[in-house]
């Protein structure tokens, strides 16, 4: 994952579009498996995909969590943190790999919100990993600041308001080999869908029930960590807000850290917003909105990209309007605006609480040139895949 010096802006894209059939796409078509249980949680299959269901408490969802994929945590935790005595530079800081977990920590002491501890602590637990790796783990993100784009696209043909999503992290690490799709059901907390990788709490990328979706992008600032952790604001956003006012006071309202740019839709409200979000100050550009380093605004959109990446994606969205399936608006995450480094991208129709999903292939290929999974989320709530005669317990996913 590269240190990106973001000249960037964007998001809303207006697009209101037909739930055509994307081509290259798996989902609940392709079944459902059920794997393993572990209290109120379990881990399926969705067309071949890991879905991980976790419920209740902050301590009985990280439990779930760290025993239904304990294998999967162990080996993101250990390509992490080995101790090989390399130096590792991350933007401007170079340490040795075994020391990155004490920087973290060190740095981040007392200001995750608590009941993201407890989570971690009791997922440190069930998968049997000590607690300072999960939790230095988690704040991961905080180094990495990712390359690409968040893209939401609003149409005006069909009402259904789109989301795109690109992520850019480096794909050599293999985390898309550890890649979950995690729908949590908190109590008294709103149900989301969470797009991560095993071990992770956090967001980078999600959706709501009450049809708020949000993505981010990193910018400059590794080492200004004085600050909630940003994969926890968005994860707030996720679990408690209901309208798009609600989501953008989650940055106004905590600390923040380093540079990131977020774009957040409401669809119950047709309403988008980008965020530019640093230690002192939010700025917000709204749909279509100009701005110094949005040199080619279209109407009834925020895009976010960066350099050649953004006039690209600027051309096509102009010159596709008002025309975009769920199709066509995936491949507006084709190269050039995704990059080599292209770890996931998601289509997110919150309104119908549906999200696609695609991820790096084995080898590094970008996931734009993968299969996109489909994804009915209410109807992956509402209903549990059949029970094997012996669908076994946490550990034997």
Not at 121 to 145: D, S, V
């Amino acid at each position: 994952m590269r240190t990106v010096r973001l000249r960037v802006w964007a998001a809303a894209l207006a697009v209101w579009c037909s739930a055509a059939p994307c081509a290259g796409a798996a989902g609940e078509a392709g079944g459902r498996k059920l794997i393993a249980t572990e209290g109120k949680g379990y881990l399926e299959t969705v067309g071949g995909y890991p879905v991980l269901h976790l419920k209740g408490t902050p301590e009985e969802m990280g439990f779930q969590h760290g025993r239904l994929l304990a294998r999967q945590i162990a080996r993101n935790a250990d390509m992490l943190f080995a101790g090989d005595g390399k130096a590792v530079k991350f933007g401007p800081v170079t340490i040795p790999r075994a020391g990155i977990a004490h920087l973290l920590n060190a740095s981040f002491k007392d200001r995750v919100p608590e009941r993201f501890v407890t989570e971690m602590r009791a997922l440190a637990r069930g998968a049997g990993q000590p607690f300072w790796k999960i939790h230095a783990a988690n704040l991961i993100p905080e180094m990495f600041h990712c390359s690409g784009f968040a893209l939401l696209k609003r149409a005006t043909a069909c009402g259904k308001l789109l989301h795109g999503r690109v992520l850019d992290y480096g794909v050599g690490r293999g985390l898309q080999k550890t890649a979950v799709l995690i729908i949590q059901e908190p109590d008294g907390r709103i149900p989301f869908a969470n797009v991560s990788y095993a071990g992770f709490i956090g967001s980078v990328t999600g959706m709501n029930l009450r049809q708020i979706s949000i993505g981010e992008m990193g910018g400059r600032g590794v080492g200004r960590w004085k600050g909630v952790p940003m994969s926890f604001l968005v994860r707030m956003v996720l679990e408690q807000a209901q309208t798009l006012d609600q989501a953008v006071a989650v940055f106004k309202e905590n600390p923040r850290t380093c540079e990131y740019f977020y774009v957040i839709a409401d669809a119950r409200a047709d309403s988008t917003v980008g965020i530019k979000a640093v230690p002192d100050r939010v700025e917000l550009v709204r749909p279509g909105q100009k701005h110094p380093l949005l040199p080619h605004p279209v109407p009834d959109t925020v895009l976010m990209s960066a350099g050649t990446r953004y006039d690209h994606l600027a051309r096509q969205v102009a010159r596709g309007h008002g025309r975009f399936t769920q199709a066509s608006a995936i491949r507006l995450m084709d190269a050039p605006v995704a990059m080599k480094s292209n770890l996931h991208n998601a289509l997110m129709v919150p309104a119908d609480g549906v999200i696609w999903v695609a991820n790096a292939g084995p080898a590094g290929q970008p996931a734009w040139k993968q299969t996109y999974h489909r994804f009915d989320i209410r109807r992956l709530i509402k209903t549990r895949p059949p029970a094997a005669k012996d669908p076994g317990r946490a550990g034997r996913p």
